[in-house]
């Protein structure tokens, strides 16, 4: 059974870090991994989606790495803002086996 | 492109009562996925359809709960004989028909928030 884990569960860093988040998975054998930002109260946005085949995807401030063999993926935010606070949760597969997320606040 | 719609927002609701949400998926989304998030946890699978074909059902979809999808658009989830362990934000999402759908993001609503009190 899939098991994916997100660390920290928390994260307050000051304006204008870089940062990084965590999430790893047991299972290897994965189609894609996806990376979600969730305002309190509201449904996921989906921020990057990277495929089993690929190592990296980038969005403008953001870029995510995948590395199957060691059941990794990171989340790097450069130059945060306030308003990136937010949780942030990553997904394996379109069954999404989700972790419990990194909330992540920006102090200004 | 109007997003996924879920419809109510909140649900209260006495222990025992049936409740039903709907979802309207993105057009033309094929794909349409349910899972339930309560707090500080991350969502759980529920079940998905690809058209009108329920594929999966997680266990924790006990025989309390029932999807359907009877046209391929839109969708509900009905949950009999309410308990208070129901209590979650109940989320609906899609995903669009692709060479390989395993790789099409997928798209949330925001969420239908149900109390069983």
């Known amino acids: 059974k899939q098991e994916v884990t997100q660390i920290p569960a928390a994260l307050s860093v000051p304006e204008g870090e870089n940062l990084v988040l965590n999430c790893s998975f047991t299972?290897?054998?994965?189609?894609?991994l996806q990376w979600f930002r969730q305002d309190p109260g509201k449904g996921l946005t989906s921020l990057l989606l990277i495929q089993s085949s690929q190592r990296e995807q980038t969005s403008g401030r953001l870029n995510a790495s995948l590395d199957k063999s060691s059941g990794r993926s990171t989340l790097y935010i450069a130059a945060s803002q306030p308003g990136d606070s937010a949780t942030y949760l990553c997904?394996?597969?379109?069954?999404?086996?989700f972790g419990a997320g990194t909330r992540l606040t920006v102090k200004p | 492109d109007t997003g996924v719609s879920q419809d109510p927002r909140h649900k209260i609701t006495k222990r025992g009562q049936n409740v039903t949400f709907r979802c309207d998926p993105i057009?033309?989304?094929?794909?349409l996925y349910w899972y339930r998030q309560t707090l500080g946890q991350g969502p759980e699978f529920l079940t998905y359809?690809?058209?009108?074909?329920?594929?999966?059902k997680s266990r924790l979809l006990s025989d309390r709960f029932s999807a359907e999808r009877p046209k391929g658009s839109f969708s509900t989830l009905e949950i009999q004989r309410t308990e208070q362990g129901d209590s979650a934000m109940y989320l609906c999402?899609?995903?669009?028909?692709?060479?390989?759908?395993?790789?099409?993001?997928?798209?949330f609503g925001n969420g239908t928030r149900l109390t069983v009190t």
């Open positions: 999402a899609s995903s669009p028909v692709g060479q390989s759908s395993y790789n099409s993001p997928l798209h």
């Open positions: 299972d290897s054998a994965i189609y894609n």
């Open positions: 359809f690809q058209n009108e074909a329920q594929l999966e």
């Open positions: 997904a394996v597969n379109n069954d999404m086996r």
């Open positions: 057009s033309e989304h094929n794909r």
